[in-house]
């Protein structure tokens, strides 16, 4: 695990240094880190390919999270020794077992979405 830089509050329980949700959240949480294992669930990415699936993350923000991602265990990264260089992002098996979760989290954003859309209608018929 890599060295973070705030710390872990005491579980509820008081049994564990931390609440085992924040170290998940710590792995996954952020803007872009569940898109990105969302993204990898069904196959193996190269660099741009996320560039063009995610046009609002920046360079730098994508290999950062990439690295953070691979650090954690979560994703391999691949380097082919060829003209040009290639590499490639997959889910370690690891990181496999994000997958229910990432899923569950796609589906609770499709609830969620229909729900905002049937309030803003609402909203704007009473108007």
Partial sequence: MRNRKGGFGTCPEGK??????????DVIGGKWKGVLLYHLMDSAKRFNEFRRICPGIT???????LRELEE???????VYHQVPPKV????????????????????????????????????????
């Fill in 16 to 25: 564990e240094a931390a609440c085992p949700v924040e170290f998940t959240l």
């Fill in 59 to 65: 360079q730098r923000m994508l290999t950062l999270q």
């Fill in 72 to 78: 954690d265990g979560v994703v391999h990264r691949e």
């Fill in 88 to 127: 490639e992002y997959s889910l370690t098996e690891f990181g496999r077992t994000l997958i229910p979760i990432i899923v569950l989290m796609k589906d609770w954003g499709e609830q969620y979405k229909v729900q905002q859309l049937s309030a803003d209608r609402v909203s704007r018929e009473a108007e």
